[in-house]
């Protein structure tokens, strides 16, 4: 780990930042995780002192940190890190004081968690004022344009300034802990690892579900919609993930050389196959967790008349390689759902012949890895039920591994905090390519095209519910169905 780092977070006083980049830092520097030498300056509009930035990220700790958390030591440490700059990220007046306020002989990485339409000019003021040198490190949050050829544009803004093996694309889902232990279940295990492809598997499903709505965002939301802020990146890469050849190595280069294939690898969905492939829908008023919630229509923030924005999708695809010929990806997303669930579910095939009869317990082998609420793995399997009375009858019995019992910690490490730490130590394993993002936004905008050309309706659904019926209907007709255990 670099030990002289300068952390300049762009946007300190926004949600990212109050949620999730100062409590993730202050975990890390409690457990000491955090160089001595690293200083921690936040970059906002608003006029503040160092002192009046310190009180205010005690505050947003305590709202954010379990109770107990703040211990008064580890606070006096994170302290002691913070200051506080005021900026215009657009005048170049500014950068020329962030470039006065630098010291030489340290490691500067600038995470810029700001709107995308910001990343170019801020890349290009800090270039101009000389505050990137070779060693610079930047850290971009998603969005990455709406679609290939906004990406590019961003793409090709940033790498003006900063090389490709400085530039570091977060997308949260890779930081958890599950997502990695997917390298290890399927390449650390020749059990799992000789079952992992068309010969043994049926289908494979992937959803990401939330119970939340638009929480007051919906002029951003409305421009993007559920495919290019759900879709597009987690789900793609939770996909990647699992159907991904044996990198040859660990290192960054060779495990996103592999996901960047995979991608290549998905069969367009397109004009010809989208009514029976993707489903697109949007949320009515329902009810949540026992409470009336309104419609998307109905939210704070939305314009009066019709959206055509789709808060739910579901997608049935297909990769076209040899391990994964004639396997469906079911994948499914939506806000306003009966759970807030993330899960990836292998269902593997039946046994082509069976001893028992009708009678007795049939049941496939299922392979559940959970993201959230709880992360961890299971295995559906099926026993013998302990009986003297009957003489084989069947039970489906499930072994569990729950990662946070499993680990005898007090918590799972939130995303962040990895990610947070691969980047002081300037490893890209965790961070998505640029081929990455250009080769899932390629796909997309197949997708987004043929709803267009084919006026593809949206369906309405409860909130509350699990999604359009349609959704149902997509694994239905293939006499399969969504996984909800």
């Not at 954010?64 to 913070?82: K, M, P, S, V």
């Not at 069976?354 to 559906?380: C, H, K, M, W, Y």
Request: charged share 25%; glycine share 6%.
């Amino acid at each position: 780990m670099a030990k002289n780092v300068d952390l300049f977070i762009f946007g300190v006083a926004g949600d990212l930042a109050n949620r999730k980049l100062i409590p993730a830092l202050y975990r890390l520097d409690s457990a000491g995780l955090l160089g001595d030498n690293l200083r921690i300056i936040g970059l906002a509009r608003g006029e503040m002192s160092d002192e009046e930035f310190s009180r205010s990220t005690r505050e947003i700790l305590n709202q954010n940190l379990g109770e107990g958390e703040i211990c008064d030591i580890a606070w006096t440490c994170f302290q002691n890190r913070l200051y506080y700059m005021s900026i215009n990220f657009e005048k170049a007046e500014n950068y020329a004081d962030l470039n006065c306020r630098m010291e030489s002989n340290r490691l500067n990485i600038f995470y810029l968690a700001t709107p995308p339409s910001l990343f170019g000019s801020i890349c290009h003021q800090l270039h101009a004022s000389a505050c990137v040198d070779g060693s610079t490190r930047i850290v971009l949050e998603k969005p990455i344009g709406q679609d290939l050829a906004s990406s590019r544009d961003v793409n090709d803004t940033v790498a003006q300034y900063f090389e490709e093996r400085n530039i570091y694309r977060i997308d949260h889902y890779l930081g958890k802990e599950t997502v990695q232990n997917l390298l290890a279940l399927r390449f650390a295990n020749r059990v799992i690892n000789s079952q992992w492809d068309n010969t043994c598997i049926d289908h494979v499903q992937i959803t990401a579900a939330e119970t939340v709505g638009i929480e007051g965002r919906w002029g951003y939301y409305d421009s993007v919609g559920q495919l290019r802020d759900m879709v597009q990146n987690h789900l793609l890469q939770l996909l990647c993930m699992v159907a991904m050849e044996p990198p040859n190595t660990l290192e960054a280069d060779e495990i996103r050389a592999e996901k960047v294939k995979l991608l290549r690898a998905l069969r367009p969905i397109n004009g010809e196959n989208v009514e029976g492939s993707a489903i697109r829908g949007q949320y009515s008023a329902g009810w949540i967790s026992g409470k009336p919630v309104v419609g998307y229509m109905e939210e704070k923030g939305s314009r009066t008349g019709d959206s055509e924005t789709e808060t739910f999708v579901a997608l049935k695809a297909f990769v076209d390689n040899w391990r994964w010929a004639g396997v469906p990806f079911y994948l499914r997303t939506g806000k306003r759902m009966n759970a807030k669930v993330t899960q990836v579910v292998i269902a593997y095939k039946d046994n082509p012949h069976t001893i028992f009869s009708d009678s007795q317990l049939q049941a496939s082998n299922r392979l559940v890895i959970r993201l959230q609420p709880n992360e961890g793995i299971q295995l559906e399997m099926v026993s013998k039920k302990q009986s003297l009375k009957e003489r084989l009858n069947l039970e489906k019995r499930v072994l569990n591994l729950d990662f946070f019992e499993a680990s005898r910690l007090s918590r799972i490490a939130d995303a962040y905090e990895r990610l947070f730490l691969e980047v002081i130590n300037g490893d890209q394993w965790l961070f998505v390519s640029r081929d990455e993002i250009e080769a899932s936004w390629q796909w997309c905008d197949s997708l987004l095209r043929a709803w267009r050309e084919k006026n593809i309706d949206l369906k309405r659904y409860g909130a509350g519910s699990w999604g359009p019926s349609k959704a149902e209907m997509l694994i239905e007709k293939d006499q399969r169905s969504w996984y909800e255990g």
